[in-house]
């Protein structure tokens, strides 16, 4: 069984930037692809960003391009998220999810894709 834990979320200022970890624990990390989602109330999940399994693709959902990195560090089963330029829009929930992929390089898009998740953290950014 793989479990997932967030941490980083918290109340920030428009302009500043924050980071976000997931630590995944389970057997063959190395195997799964792990993104990240937002869902803030009242709206529908989205893609944020994910990276592949080996860590050399990496894919973005729109608002995020350009000013949002992801990586994943194996060595401490860690997926980060960090995030620049933060706006108001940015306010909502992250999660982290991890799903196998049938290629090394696939990095989904969609949340249906991944099979295993994270209880979230919250980011709001608020002046």
């Known amino acids: 069984q793989v479990h997932l834990v967030e941490s980083g979320g918290g109340l920030v200022y428009p302009g500043n930037s924050l980071r976000l970890s997931c630590e995944v624990s389970?057997?063959?990390?190395?195997?799964?692809?792990v993104a990240w989602f937002r869902q803030a109330p009242g709206k529908e999940r989205l893609f944020v960003a994910g990276v592949s399994r080996t860590g050399h693709n990496r894919n973005f959902g729109g608002p995020s391009k350009g000013r949002f990195d992801i990586g994943r560090d194996d060595s401490a089963n860690t997926v980060w998220l960090q995030m620049i330029r933060l706006e108001p829009d940015d306010t909502a929930t992250y999660f982290c999810a991890a799903g196998a992929t049938s290629e090394y390089w696939m990095v989904h898009t969609t949340s249906d894709a991944y099979d295993y998740w994270g209880q979230g953290t919250e980011v709001t950014v608020s002046s």
């Open positions: 389970g057997p063959s990390f190395g195997n799964y692809a």
